[in-house]
């Protein structure tokens, strides 16, 4: 048993509470590999914004858990180096899908889990989050649970259409889970394909996808239901047409990739959302660069030469993320 607080990492319970007051939201970037995590922190450290690392069972296969673990541990070290004198880090499990795997967070040193039953019936999904949130709580560890269902894939759970949170269930909910923060469905959906093309509206002048706006109206009654609530937002990636248009113009093929407007996030940021999940952003990134390298460069053959670029995309992608749509840089 290791305790998160032995590595230098923090919950979210006060995080949280700055957040909601101050009108921001926090980053909960993804990572699976060394490069997206250096660019976290740098771009967390350089802009003093506390952050939330999300590791994902997929991550978790991926990179080894315990791997994983470490890498969060130096990454604590690393933003120090940098200049960051108390960083405001978290190490987040991403849609645990069991208690086993929760537990297993817990125990390896995570400040945070996720207990994503949304795809249950709703007391099932209540019991299974309530025995998440008594075992974290027990160390500390803040949780965050889901109602309502997103449309696309979430890890393994797929759901074809998304089905917003009802507002009359909050409250319930949450009592009786004992969750710290809630995820919510409001029209966002994992991916980098999060409308159909029949969904949106074509801009005229670019011909680009307009996607429909978010639920907001469900999220000022789930508000008026929890006043001061903290509320995630997954699924929150704006899939920048820059990176898309890269991906295509070197040999990649993204047709219609939509995601969700800053205009909305930044918007979202501002209310009791406090928490917004970005991962296929930083995919496309990462994946815009290398190509631009594989094509430019043919014969490089150093893997350093090709993920070093996409390091600073993605670098440059969470200094965005952070000062011009969710608004935490010099929160922490
Ligand atoms: O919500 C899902 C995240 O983007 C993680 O995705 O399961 O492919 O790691 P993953
Ligand atoms: P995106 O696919 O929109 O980046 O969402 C990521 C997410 O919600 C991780 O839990
Ligand atoms: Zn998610």
Same mark, same amino acid.
């Given at each position: 048993m290791v305790s998160y607080k032995e590595l230098g990492l923090v919950n979210t319970r006060d995080m949280f509470a700055k957040a909601i007051r101050g009108g921001y939201a926090i980053p909960a970037f993804n990572f699976n590999n060394m490069e997206q995590l250096q660019a976290i922190i740098k771009a967390a450290a350089e802009t003093k914004s506390p952050v939330i690392l999300q590791v994902s069972k997929g991550a978790r296969n991926y990179a080894n858990a315990t791997l994983l673990r470490y890498m969060a541990q130096g990454a604590v070290e690393y933003a120090k180096e940098l200049g960051w004198e108390k960083p405001q880090i978290v190490l987040h499990l991403d849609h645990g899908d069991s208690f086993e795997l929760c537990k297993d967070c817990v125990d390896l040193g995570f400040s945070s889990v996720m207990i994503d039953g949304s795809a249950l019936h709703y007391e099932e999904n209540i019991a299974l989050s309530k025995k998440v949130a008594d075992y974290a709580h027990q160390y500390d560890v803040t949780v965050e649970a889901e109602l309502g269902v997103l449309a696309g894939v979430e890890d393994e759970v797929q759901a074809e259409e998304s089905h917003y949170t009802r507002p009359e269930e909050v409250i319930d909910f949450s009592k009786r889970t004992g969750c710290d923060s809630l995820a919510i469905s409001i029209g966002t959906s994992h991916g980098a394909y999060k409308f159909k093309p029949e969904q949106c509206t074509r801009d005229? &002048?670019?011909g680009r996808l307009v996607p429909p706006p978010l639920a907001f109206d469900v999220l000022d009654a789930i508000m008026e239901q929890l006043p001061g609530f903290p509320i995630v937002l997954h /699924? $929150?990636? $704006?899939?920048?047409q820059e990176y898309v248009d890269m991906i295509n113009q070197y040999g990649g093929k993204l047709p219609d990739a939509v995601g969700i407007p800053e205009d909305q996030l930044r918007k979202a940021a &501002? $209310?009791?959302?406090?928490k917004i999940n970005i991962d296929s952003d930083s995919r496309l990134a990462f994946t815009a660069a290398v190509r631009k390298v594989f094509v430019e &460069?043919? /014969?490089?053959?150093?893997?350093r030469k090709y993920c070093g670029p996409a390091r600073d995309l993605m670098t440059e992608l969470y200094k965005h993320k952070i000062i011009n749509v969710l608004g935490s840089d010099n929160k922490a």
């Open positions: 005229p &002048k670019t /699924g $929150s990636s $704006s899939v920048p &501002k $209310s009791a959302v406090c &460069k043919p /014969g490089e053959f150093d893997p």
